[in-house]
Every structure is written in structure tokens, then in C-alpha cells.
């Protein structure tokens, strides 16, 4: 029977902690030197990569982030036995400590703002008209290079947005934060993917700022959520990887 | 995702899910090498590379045409150039199977080519 390591905690103690695995036996912690994993039986060819599995695995994460600070592995991180959880413990200990203080008493906070590009093209095509002049004429390649450069200033358009959102927006979020990254256009439509690393302290008043901050853009969607485990702020989730 | 992680402010999901559900093939870009299929994942390489460079002289195409620096007989043999190498692209596509979403090569860390 193999082991699936959910998560690396702030914990010191053998016990059984109150939640299933994938496999539905009970996951239990195995301590090394101050930190644990959380653990549970789990047959290897009993583990599905599936979408449902992977929401699975992150509710049993979450879970795991309302008892102890948790290090997220990656899904499907799969080991022989306890003495090689033990043994992965060891191998990473100052890495997985280093992160357990980074992210001990914080939370992750996940921001995306989408715009209507419609909206945009239009508020661009009566701003800017730079180079329609010379496009006049009849011929099929002028009339092709018409549409390009409506695609393209509303490109443009779209960049000048998302560069007004991480000001306006990200810049704020961030100053209230421990840490945090951005992506600028992550899609045509997705403008800014920010994610937050936050003291819990400091949860309400980031949320109430969001809030404010967002009454300022009608134009421009937006999906705020968390707290999650920290997995965008931490070093540690691909030792699988790193192990084969 | 869970409605318990959605915080007080945001706005309708469904339209993030939309947009995101475009890219979701497009995310484990790697080379199919498999032996049955090389010949596809190495087109959809090769496109990759020419759509790249074909959207970097449209681009700069059109910051020429925007600072008015083209004759207009110029302007007619971009226009023609470019619209020829789209419509070869969309050939090209059509005789491999290859989408849109297909022309993307993700950079790990550096996210995605385009």
C-alpha cells in the first residue's frame, strides 16, 4: 500500500487527523524534527488524474489549512511507505521550513479582472483614428489592413486598461499584502490574474479595500476569492517531480 | 469552484469560466512525438513559430501604417504580403487539424508563448 502526501505541516505530532483521503481511509500525520506530513494509504493505481480527484485533493488541503499551516504537495504525490515520507521530510526539511515560516499565519487571496473587449474597441475606435487616413481606397489589401489595425488598436486599447487595473487595483491589494504577482493579460479578456499573500490579521481590511477599490470600475469584472493555501507563494509542491 | 471561496464584490463567475475554458487545451502544450501522431506535433511546432513571427510583422506593420512612414504602394504589398500569409497559415492548419487555441507553447514559468 503506498502513501499520497497531501501536505507538509507546522505540526509535531503522530495522530490521526479528522479527514478522509482520496482513497476515503483517514489521513494521519507523520512527524520529522518539528514538521509533519499528512498522509494516507492509497493503492497507486486507485489514484485518478481527473478533474475531480484534483477538486478532491484541494478540498483535503483545504481542510489540512484549518488546522496548521500547510505546504500543498503536488497532486498525486505518491511514496512506498512511511519510511520514505520520512525520508522526503528529511531531504527537504530546510526548504520545507523556510516555507512553513514564509507562509505561517498568512492566507492567498486570488484576483482576476476581465473586461468586455467590445466596450474597449469601441472607447479606442472613437479616440484614436492614427493611420486610417492613409488606408482609404477600394483595394481588398487596404480594406484587410482596415481590420487589422481596428484588431490592433484595440489591442492596445486593452494593454492601456489592464495597465490603469494594476495602478488603480493591483497596486493598492498589494501595498496591504506580505507578498505578491501579477499577470498582465493572462487572456484576450482576462486583464490582470493577481494573487495576494496575506497576514490573517490584515483579511478584513484587504477585503474591505477590494470592495472600495472596486466601486471605481463599473466596466470591468471581477472575481475575488480565498483564503487558500498558499500555493503560488511556496517553493515545495513538485518534489515527485524533482524525486523521479 | 467552491461558492464559500468567492468573496463578497465579485462579479458573475460564468464569464471567467468562459474565458478560461478557451485556454484549457492549450495549457499542457507539449510536442506529440508519439509515432503515430509526430507529424502533427511537429507542424503545430512549426506553426507556432511562423504565427509567432507573422503576428510580430503585423505588428509592427501597423505601428508604420499608424506613424504614416508607408507610400501607398507600400501600403499595398503589406497588405497583400500579410493577407497571403494568413490565408497560407489557415491553410496550413486545415491540412494538419491544428486550432487556433493549438498555436501556443507553453514557457513554464515564463507562461505562455502568445
Not at chain 2, 29 to 54: C, F, H, Q, W, Y
Not at chain 2, 83 to 90: A, G, I, P, Q, T
Request: proline share 3%; charged share 35%.
Amino acid at each position: 500500500m503506498s502513501k499520497c502526501i497531501y501536505a507538509v505541516l507546522d505540526y509535531n505530532k503522530k495522530s490521526a487527523l479528522d479527514l478522509k483521503g482520496l482513497d476515503g481511509t483517514g489521513i494521519y500525520s507523520l512527524p520529522y524534527k518539528g514538521i509533519s506530513a499528512a498522509v494516507s494509504d492509497m493503492k497507486r493505481d486507485r489514484l485518478k488524474v481527473d478533474n475531480e480527484t484534483a477538486a478532491g485533493y484541494a478540498r483535503i488541503v483545504e481542510g489540512l489549512m484549518e488546522m496548521h499551516t500547510v505546504l500543498p504537495l503536488r497532486f498525486g504525490t505518491l511514496v512506498k511507505d512511511d519510511s520514505e515520507v520520512a525520508g522526503v521530510l528529511e531531504k527537504y526539511y530546510e526548504r520545507f521550513v523556510n516555507n512553513l515560516k514564509l507562509v505561517k499565519g498568512k492566507l492567498e487571496y486570488g484576483l482576476k479582472a476581465l473586461l468586455d473587449a467590445e466596450k474597449t474597441t469601441a472607447l479606442n475606435e472613437a479616440e484614436d483614428r492614427a493611420g486610417f487616413e492613409q488606408l482609404k481606397g477600394n483595394s481588398p489589401y487596404k480594406k484587410y489592413l482596415i481590420e487589422k489595425l481596428k484588431e490592433h488598436k484595440a489591442g492596445q486599447a486593452l494593454i492601456k486598461k489592464a495597465d490603469g487595473i494594476i495602478e488603480g487595483v493591483h497596486r493598492p491589494l498589494k501595498e496591504l499584502s506580505f507578498l505578491s504577482k501579477f499577470r498582465k493579460m493572462a487572456t484576450e479578456r482576462i486583464i490582470l490574474d493577481a494573487v495576494y499573500l496575506v497576514e490573517a490579521e490584515k483579511k478584513d481590511i484587504f477585503i474591505e479595500r477590494f470592495k472600495e477599490i472596486k466601486k471605481k470600475y463599473r466596466d470591468v469584472e471581477f472575481l475575488f476569492t480565498g483564503p487558500w493555501p498558499p500555493y503560488n507563494f511556496i517553493e515545495s509542491s513538485n518534489i515527485k517531480k524533482e524525486q523521479n | 469552484m467552491e461558492e464559500n471561496k468567492i468573496l463578497p464584490g465579485s462579479d458573475s463567475v460564468d464569464a471567467f469560466a468562459e474565458e478560461l475554458d478557451k485556454i484549457k487545451d492549450a495549457l499542457p502544450s507539449k510536442i506529440d512525438a508519439n509515432p503515430d501522431k509526430v507529424e502533427k506535433g511537429l507542424a503545430k511546432l512549426v506553426l507556432t513559430l511562423v504565427e509567432l513571427i507573422r503576428k510580430l510583422l503585423e505588428k509592427q506593420a501597423m505601428r508604420r501604417i499608424e506613424g504614416e512612414s508607408l507610400t501607398d504602394e507600400e501600403i499595398e504589398r503589406v497588405g497583400e504580403t500579410l493577407m497571403k500569409l494568413e490565408n497560407k497559415m489557415e491553410e496550413l492548419k486545415g491540412v494538419f487539424g491544428i486550432k487556433d487555441k493549438d498555436l501556443n507553447i507553453n514557457l513554464g514559468p515564463l507562461g505562455d508563448l502568445m
